[in-house]
C-alpha cells in the first residue's frame, strides 16, 4: 500500500541541496522512528510540508527494506543540513530566524554559530515556549513581517511542524526547517555534538540516548512500536 509520509520522504529525496536552500516558499520537516510514530497519527499536518527528510539511518533501512528505494540521511544537525545551510547563508548574504529551545540556550548557541561562521546575519530570535496560541500566532505574524529568508524552529514534534504552517499561513515567504533538538544540543556541546565514531557508524542514536536521559524512554517505545506500526503501513495503508 502507498504511503503519504514514505511518498512524500521519496519526493524530497529527488531534490538537489541548491534547490532546498534556494527555492522560496517552502517548508520541511524531518522525520526518525521517534518521530514517525506521531507523524501516523496526524497525517494531515505533515502532507502540508513541501518535503519530509529521512532522519536517521534505522528510517532509511526501513525504507529500503520494505519500499526497495534507497533515501539519503538528511539531518538538522551537524552531520548532515546544518553547516550546509550555514555556509550558504553567509556566502549569499541570507538572514536567518530562530525559534527553539530555551531563550538562554538559543543565545549561546548563535555565539557558538558566528564563531565559526562569523558573516552569517541573525534578524531575531527566542525561545520555543509559547504561553499560549495567541503568542504563537503574534509571533508568526512578526516573523512574517520581518521575511528571514531562512526559518529554524526547533519545539518538538508536532508543535514546530504547527508552528512552520502557521508562519506560512501569515505570509511567510522563506525557507523554513524543522531542527529538533539541535539548538539544545549545540548549547550544551559547543559545536560538534556527535563524536566522529557516533557518525561514521551510524550509532547516533545510541550516543544521543547515553547523552540525555530523557530520550531514553521515547527510543525505547520507538524500537517497540516503530517496526510493527510501519510494517502495518506498509501492508495495509
Avoid at 534556494?22 to 497525517?43: E, G, Q
Avoid at 528505494?69 to 548532515?80: A, C
Avoid at 516573523?143 to 505570509?171: H, N, S
Wanted: charge should be positive; aromatic fraction near 14%; glycine fraction near 6%.
Amino acid at each position: 500500500m502507498p504511503s503519504v509520509l514514505v511518498d512524500k520522504i521519496k519526493e524530497t529525496d529527488t531534490l538537489e541541496l541548491q534547490e532546498i536552500l534556494s527555492v522560496p516558499k517552502r517548508i520541511y520537516t524531518f522525520l526518525n522512528p521517534v518521530s514517525y510514530l506521531t507523524a501516523l497519527d496526524h497525517r494531515n499536518v505533515f502532507s502540508q510540508f513541501d518535503g519530509i527528510f529521512a532522519d536517521g539511518s534505522i528510517l532509511v533501512s526501513a525504507i529500503r527494506m520494505l519500499y526497495r528505494r534507497s533515501i539519503t540521511r538528511r539531518s538538522f544537525d551537524m552531520t548532515s543540513l546544518a553547516p550546509e545551510l550555514f555556509s550558504f547563508a553567509e556566502k549569499h548574504k541570507k538572514t536567518i530566524y530562530i525559534v527553539a529551545s530555551q531563550q538562554e540556550q538559543v543565545e549561546l548557541a548563535i555565539r557558538i554559530f558566528r564563531q565559526r561562521w562569523p558573516g552569517l546575519d541573525f534578524v531575531g530570535y527566542r525561545n520555543g515556549y509559547f504561553n499560549s496560541e495567541k503568542e504563537m500566532e503574534e509571533e508568526a505574524e512578526k516573523i512574517a513581517g520581518l521575511q528571514p529568508d531562512f526559518l529554524i524552529a526547533g519545539m518538538g514534534v508536532l508543535t514546530q511542524e504547527t508552528f512552520l504552517l502557521k508562519i506560512r499561513e501569515a505570509g511567510f515567504q522563506g525557507i523554513g526547517f524543522t531542527c529538533g533538538g539541535f539548538i539544545h544540543q549545540t548549547a550544551k556541546n559547543e559545536i560538534d555534538y556527535y563524536p566522529d565514531w557516533a557518525d561514521r557508524m551510524n550509532m547516533r542514536f545510541l550516543y544521543r540516548m547515553y547523552k540525555e536521559k530523557h530520550t531514553r524512554k521515547r527510543y525505547l517505545q520507538a524500537a517497540l512500536l516503530f517496526p510493527s506500526r510501519f510494517i502495518h503501513e506498509r501492508l495495509f495503508g
